[in-house]
């Protein structure tokens, strides 16, 4: 079973920083591509950031140019660098493999919340 625990979040004001970190438990990080996701109240979860196994990156439109992913392959660990926050990134922040079915899946962390006040 995989287990999932994300950390890092909390209160930041626009403008400002956080970095999420994402521990991974079982075999998926050493062989699949690691994605960052959220859900903001009241809307479908989405994809944030996705990195392979071997680095590469691929961010969505909102978070390009002020996220930044990256993994630990030693310490399974994934991480999300946020920069420039806005009030509009204010969400639960998840993380899990990433495949093109992700929307499919039902296995998901406790999630950490992160919120941006203006």
């Known amino acids: 079973q995989v287990h999932l625990v994300e950390s890092g979040g909390g209160l930041a004001q626009a403008g400002g920083s956080l970095r999420l970190s994402c521990a991974v438990s079982g075999s998926i990080f050493s062989i699949n591509p690691m994605g960052w996701y959220r859900q903001a109240p009241g809307k479908q979860r989405e994809l944030v950031a996705h990195i392979t196994n071997s680095g590469r990156t691929n961010y969505a439109d909102s978070v390009k140019g002020r996220f930044t992913i990256s993994r630990d392959n030693v310490k399974n660990t994934v991480y999300l660098q946020m920069s420039n926050l806005k009030p509009e990134d204010t969400a639960v922040y998840y993380c899990?493999?990433?495949?093109?079915?992700?929307?499919?899946?039902?296995?998901w962390g406790q999630g950490t919340q992160v919120t941006v006040s203006s």
């Open positions: 899990n493999s990433y495949t093109t079915r992700w929307p499919e899946y039902d296995h």
